[in-house]
């Protein structure tokens, strides 16, 4: 897993995932061959027919300043401005390593540590989380 999906499913929490809804079974006709599996439907021919239906779910907006604040520790860590230590919060691996696989997947190739770069990556982050679903205070934000 990516690092920023690490970020992003401590913070957000994991995706739910669609699940198949059962289509409903045509009453059989007396003229109609059986079904090929015992509880599936006759096939129609038509692929969209025959498609499983899929259950959409909403995804919920998470309020990333509530839900980091409430955390352990945050007290404590200045989460809001340090991408260190919004690492720490959340219990990522927050070295140097991690912060440049970071920087380079969020799309900056010459991550050096510096604060100007870890301004940035703070920011950046913050961005992804918004476009993700998080609802991000515009002063956390580009």
């Known amino acids: 897993m990516s690092i920023f999906g690490k970020i992003k499913d401590a913070i957000l929490g994991k995706p739910a995932q669609a ?4 289509a409903p079974s045509p009453a059989p006709s007396p003229n109609a061959a059986p079904p090929a599996r015992p509880g599936t439907a006759p096939q129609t021919g038509n692929a969209w ?3 499983p239906v899929v259950e959409e779910r909403a995804v919920p907006v998470v309020d990333v300043q509530n839900h980091l ?3 352990p520790g945050a007290d404590r860590l200045n989460w809001r401005t340090s991408i260190v230590d919004l690492m720490k919060l959340i219990g990522v691996d927050s070295d140097y390593e991690s912060r440049k696989a970071l920087a380079t997947e969020l799309g900056r190739q010459e991550y050096t540590g510096s604060a100007e770069d870890n301004v940035w990556l703070h920011r950046r982050v913050m961005n992804e989380l918004a476009a993700n679903g998080g609802n991000v205070p515009a002063d956390l934000r580009d």
């Open 69 to 71: 604040d409430t955390m």
């Open 19 to 22: 699940r198949p809804v059962p």
């Open 49 to 51: 027919a025959n498609a």
